[in-house]
């Protein structure tokens, strides 16, 4: 069970500060002995919006003083932060304590979950093993304690974010994140968003019991959602070392962060915003998030000021202009014919997951790219300036909104804090 579990309907940072500190006395208390070496696992700068750089900063100045305090971004395969991205992410906390996760050379396999298990969890989906490699610094160093900070919010891979997902996606290794991800996506990205357990995290489940049983950790999961008023705020905390502390925060999650709707929408205008996402691997969140709402052959248009590029790595970036996103049979097919695919597979899986399946149109509106680049990658494309004036996203709440000349459509700020989805595609799943 959760050791500390609150919710309301805005807690303070007051009181967001007093739950952490309670939560780190916890665990001092738990432990038997004054840490020593600590390390923290927040996320990176893509969940800025969620405050938990802000909880990684009132843990790190309560322990500095009689600790040795690391910090690992668990970025997994997102590009690491910049020094100015750790001063907006983690405010104080110093440069040097702050470590960057190698996903490609800096982590060690401690296992293995078996082709079996894979094959029966996703019904036959995949049929491979996931190779358990991490973070080397987090296996292998001496730690008396790892505090895990994180937002639970609906996911296309775990069904939920946050929890274990810090460990085996943030501070995984290549293999295992390329596993997973094409575990997950050929299992059905509506398969996956909003499931308390998905088959991906069924088995990460499995490996954090068989492979980390031994770290002194912990989780601290926060939940926001919108008030009356329309802004993101905190609504829960939840803190503990369980499968149940996640649960609890899940589940407060899918009753906050999902909106039902009756029928589907023929158009979704989301943001996403300037200095968080410079991808289409993380402004596809938009897409992700929305897919399950949009009606065949409605429309969603994505503003994304940031947009700089397709992937986070020159070589996934590379491999989205070659194929593109188009539907799923295709790069399955793909993917059985190409080395370069069958390498970056997580690359492939995101592209399965940032497709429409043809059956709604997805409109970018970048802030630095091409029109020749945005309709390379199979998106349509639109002036950001001119969609700017068009849809006013500075002047819309969430919800209904009209245009001067008419165009009624559906309005989300910020796509990565909730899912949305009909009835019908939320209750009755494969």
Not at 58 to 78: K, W
Not at 136 to 165: C, Q, T
Not at 349 to 377: C, K
Request: hydrophobic share 40%; with cysteine; proline share 6%.
């Amino acid at each position: 069970m959760p050791w500390i579990t609150e919710t309301a309907s805005a807690l303070s940072w007051q009181r967001l500060e007093e739950l952490t500190l309670a939560t780190l006395s916890e665990a001092k208390r738990r432990i038997g002995s004054r840490p020593r070496r600590v390390l923290l696992l927040p996320p990176d700068i893509t969940r800025m919006h969620s405050g938990s750089g802000r909880i990684t900063e009132i843990l790190y100045n309560a322990l500095a003083g009689e600790a040795e305090v690391y910090v690992i971004p668990t970025l997994g395969q997102h590009v690491p932060h910049t020094p100015e991205d750790n001063r907006r992410m983690f405010g104080s906390i110093p440069e040097p304590q702050i470590l960057v996760h190698d996903w490609r050379g800096g982590c060690v396999q401690v296992g293995e979950v078996p082709a079996a298990m894979v094959r029966e969890t996703s019904k036959g989906a995949a049929d491979w093993a996931l190779p358990v490699v991490l973070n080397r610094a987090l296996m292998e160093e001496p730690w008396d304690l790892v505090i895990n900070v994180g937002h639970v919010v609906p996911h296309e891979v775990l069904g939920f974010a946050n929890h274990n997902k810090n460990y085996f996606i943030g501070v995984g290794g290549k293999d295992l994140i390329c596993t997973s991800h094409m575990m997950a996506a050929s299992c059905g990205i509506e398969n996956n968003l909003g499931c308390l357990i998905t088959p991906v995290r069924h088995c990460f489940n499995w490996a954090e019991e068989q492979f980390l049983s031994k770290l002194p950790d912990l989780y601290i999961q926060v939940v926001l959602a919108r008030n009356a008023a329309g802004d993101l705020v905190h609504t829960g905390f939840h803190a503990g070392d369980d499968l149940e502390t996640y649960l609890t925060a899940a589940r407060q999650s899918r009753e906050e962060n999902i909106t039902v709707f009756d029928e589907p929408l023929q158009k979704v205008v989301c943001v996403m915003q300037g200095d968080e996402f410079h991808s289409t691997w993380v402004a596809n969140k938009a897409v992700y998030r929305t897919r399950m709402a949009l009606a065949d052959g409605g429309e969603l248009l994505i503003l994304a000021p940031g947009l700089t590029r397709f992937g986070e790595q020159p070589e996934v970036d590379t491999l989205i202009r070659k194929y593109g996103y188009v539907p799923s049979p295709r790069v399955l097919e793909l993917y059985r014919q190409n080395a370069d695919m069958q390498d970056l597979a997580h690359g492939t899986a995101h592209l399965m997951h940032g497709t429409s399946e043809g059956r709604f149109r997805i409109t970018y509106a970048p802030g630095h790219l091409t029109q020749a680049d945005i309709e390379q990658v199979g998106f349509e494309y639109a002036d950001l300036a001119a969609m700017t004036a068009r849809y006013r996203p500075d002047e819309c709440k969430e919800g209904w909104n009209t245009t001067a000349d008419g165009e009624r459509y559906y309005f989300i700020p910020t796509p990565s804090a909730g899912l949305w989805s009909t009835k019908a595609k939320l209750y009755d799943r494969a």
